[in-house]
C-alpha cells in the first residue's frame, strides 16, 4: 500500500532553515509527483509546491517562491521540502502528498516551529 | 482566479445525514474536487474525488456512508448514518495548472 513517512518535528529559530523529508513505499516512486502542503496553529491548508521525480519538475507557491525548495532522491524514493529565512508565522504542521489514480495519500505531517 | 468556497460549519444529530457544499468560481465549474477529512489532532485523510457529472473515486477503506455529487458549480460530500468520530473539519480540494486550491473547511459536529 502506498505510504509516506515524513521526518520528526524540528524546533528552528527565526531565519534559519528546514528541511522536511518525506520518505514513499508501495507504488513507483518516479511516476507520481509529490506536493507539499502546511496548515498553522487552527488554520486551513495552505498549497506550498510540487516536484515531479521524473524529470526533476517543479512548481511553488507565488507568495513562497524565493523561500521553499522542493527537490527528491529517486534512489532513496525520497521526497524534501526545504523553507528558508524561517519566521514566526512559518509555525505548521508540513504535509507532503501523493496524488493521482484518482486518488491523494498524506504523509503523517511534521511540525515545524518557529521561536526564539 | 479560483476559489473554492465552503460553508465554516454544519450540524446533524447523531445518526441523521449532512450534506457539505463546495462552489466553484464562475469559469471553473468542471472542474473535479476532492474531498478530506481532517478530525481532531491528525493529518487530513482523502475520502473521495467527485467529478463534474458527479461521478466519484473513494479512497481506500471509505465507507458506504460516505458519497459525492455535483450540480453545476458545487461539489457534495454526503455524509449519512452520522457517527460520533464524523466530527471533523471537510476540506475540498482542485487542481488548476498544477496547483492545489483548497477550500477554507466545513466543520461538522455531530450533536
Known amino acids: 500500500q502506498v505510504q509516506l513517512v515524513q521526518s520528526g518535528a524540528e524546533v528552528k529559530k527565526p531565519g534559519a532553515s528546514v528541511k522536511v523529508s518525506c520518505k514513499a513505499s508501495g507504488y513507483t516512486f518516479t511516476n507520481y509527483g509529490i506536493s507539499w502542503v502546511r496548515q498553522a496553529p487552527g488554520q486551513g491548508l495552505e498549497w506550498m509546491g510540487w516536484v515531479s521525480p521524473y524529470k526533476d519538475n517543479t512548481n511553488s507557491a507565488q507568495r513562497l517562491q524565493g523561500r521553499v525548495t522542493v527537490t527528491t532522491d529517486t534512489s532513496t524514493n525520497t521526497a524534501y521540502m526545504e523553507l528558508r529565512s524561517l519566521r514566526s508565522d512559518d509555525t505548521a504542521v508540513y504535509y507532503c502528498?501523493?496524488?493521482?489514480?484518482?486518488?491523494?495519500?498524506w504523509g503523517q505531517g511534521t511540525l515545524v516551529t518557529v521561536s526564539s | 482566479q479560483l476559489v473554492l468556497t465552503q460553508s465554516p460549519s454544519a450540524s446533524a444529530s447523531l445518526g441523521a445525514s449532512v450534506k457539505l457544499t463546495c462552489t466553484l468560481t464562475s469559469g471553473h465549474s468542471r472542474y473535479a474536487v476532492a474531498w478530506h477529512q481532517q478530525q481532531p489532532e491528525k493529518g487530513p485523510r482523502f475520502l473521495m474525488k467527485?467529478?463534474?457529472?458527479?461521478?466519484?473515486n473513494k479512497g481506500d477503506g471509505i465507507p458506504d456512508r460516505f458519497s459525492g455529487s455535483s450540480s453545476g458549480a458545487e461539489r457534495h460530500l454526503t455524509i449519512s448514518s452520522l457517527q460520533s468520530d464524523d466530527e471533523a473539519d471537510y476540506f475540498c480540494q482542485t487542481w488548476d495548472a498544477g496547483v492545489w486550491v483548497f477550500g477554507g473547511g466545513t466543520k461538522v459536529t455531530v450533536l
Open positions: 502528498a501523493r496524488d493521482g489514480n484518482h486518488s491523494v495519500y
Open positions: 467527485v467529478n463534474d457529472d458527479g461521478s466519484h
